[in-house]
């Protein structure tokens, strides 16, 4: 497959309980490596030093609107008019097609009704997929890893005959993460039926072409 200069990239640490991701973008393609310009954190928008070695998961969406993945090493550096860093470039054979079927996460910011101790609170999410949220914690509350609370996700659907769908389900907290004096919490859905997974994975893939249209008009 041919990486396009422009292409954005998603890479995703895979060493860690709780994924964290970066997004850059492809600057050149030369003798099996990929150039790409300084990978910027999905949560605080902050520049982020990758070390040579340290291995990725990496996804992108190519012209024809279908999402790819495969693992790729941090090769090294290269100083140019833009500083990059150097990755492996995979074969076709180790890019894989991701299904419609897998969760795909999405940062985009939702509101969220949250029960917890007999309370009522409401947050805001930094991303969302099928398989549970991250939100922001907003105010103090002795959230704890594998505590349970129930959610309700607001889904403003872009198209107007779809309107904007309430998905009600449970939750296990992982962690909190606390990061530039903002705390996130990822929540692990435990008891999704099948059509609110389809309700919500449908949701996920909508708000990702939104993002991948005004990434592209930049």
Sequence with gaps: MEFKIGTNLTLETINQDTPERYSCRVVDVLDGEIFIDYPIHNVTKRTVYLNVGDTFRVTFIDDKKVAHAFFTTILGRKK???????????????????????????????????????????????????????????????????????????????KEEDGTQYVHVTGRIIRIIEKDEQKIVPIQFVDTDEMDRKIITRFCFERQLINYRKEMSY
């Design 80 to 158: 140019a008019n833009i500083p990059m860093i150097r990755l492996a470039a995979p074969s076709d054979e180790d890019i894989e097609k991701i299904q419609r079927r897998e969760y795909v996460r999405v940062e985009t910011a939702i509101d969220v009704a949250m029960r917890y101790d007999n309370q009522f609170y409401q947050f805001v999410t930094a991303d969302v997929s099928a398989g549970g949220i991250a939100i922001y914690l907003n105010r103090l509350l002795p959230l704890k890893p594998d505590d349970e609370v129930e959610l309700t996700l607001v889904l403003p659907f872009a």
